[in-house]
């Protein structure tokens, strides 16, 4: 069956430093892959998505690549803030539009 | 346009007591779902609906029970509380497209 693998956090960094949260998956096809958000207090929130091999999915400054031949599917971020702390899930897409979701990464971004 | 509304934030239940867990949403999607987030694990499907009258299993279904009478509503029965059910639950929609809307949560605390 289907599985997504992520880094376990919590992640603590200082402001302005790079963020790598890692995501890999198994999966039979070509699923779409997803990173959803989910702040405190709230629930998820679909941060990007990227739905073929090679595609680039980014918004708020954060990007992940779907990477094919690693199975991986990577988020960064360039500078962080301490806005973005959160939880982090990678997901994908398989059949039947069912979301398989990682463990989630807690991100802690300190002053 | 409140999006997906979840009701109670929290509650605590007895072992053996029922509870119904309410989710509703204001978007006209026809897909809504029912995930529980155990600590350190990612969300996993209890239930799933693809439009009124229509429900189906996941992954996790045993001791639920769901309804979808209307488009909008799509609550989730607990009959018989037990420890195991302690989780946060998420309920979620979608439209035709692959992203799917998450709703705030519902923590359960089953002692």
């Known amino acids: 069956g289907n599985s997504v693998t992520q880094m376990e956090g919590p992640v603590t960094l200082s402001e302005e430093a790079f963020l790598t949260i890692n995501c890999t998956y198994t999966?039979?096809?070509?699923?779409?892959l997803f990173w959803y958000v989910q702040y405190p207090g709230e629930g998820l929130q679909l941060l990007l998505k990227?739905?073929?091999?090679?595609d680039k999915g980014s918004n708020k400054g954060f990007e992940a690549t779907y990477r094919k031949e690693t199975t991986s599917f990577h988020l960064e971020k360039g500078s962080v803030q301490v806005s973005d702390s959160a939880v982090y899930f990678c997901?994908?897409?398989?059949?039947?539009?069912?979301?398989?979701f990682g463990g989630g990464t807690r991100l802690m971004v300190k002053p | 346009n409140a999006g997906v509304t979840q009701t109670p934030k929290f509650r605590i239940l007895k072992i053996g007591q029922s509870m119904t867990l309410q989710c509703t949403q204001d978007?006209?999607?026809?897909?809504m779902y029912w995930y529980r987030q155990d600590p350190g694990m990612g969300l996993k499907l209890i239930y799933y609906?693809?439009?009124?009258?229509?429900?189906d299993k996941g992954e996790v279904p045993n001791g639920y029970n769901v309804s979808r009478s209307t488009t909008e509503d799509f609550p989730l029965r607990l009959e018989l509380a037990a420890p195991s059910q302690t989780s946060v639950y998420f309920c979620?929609?979608?439209?035709?497209?692959?992203?799917?809307?998450f709703g705030p949560g519902t923590r359960l605390l089953v002692l």
């Open positions: 979620a929609s979608r439209a035709g497209g692959e992203t799917q809307y």
């Open positions: 999966a039979t096809g070509y699923p779409s």
């Open positions: 990227a739905t073929k091999a090679d």
């Open positions: 997901a994908l897409l398989g059949a039947g539009n069912m979301l398989t």
């Open positions: 978007m006209n999607h026809n897909y």
């Open positions: 609906s693809v439009g009124a009258g229509i429900t």
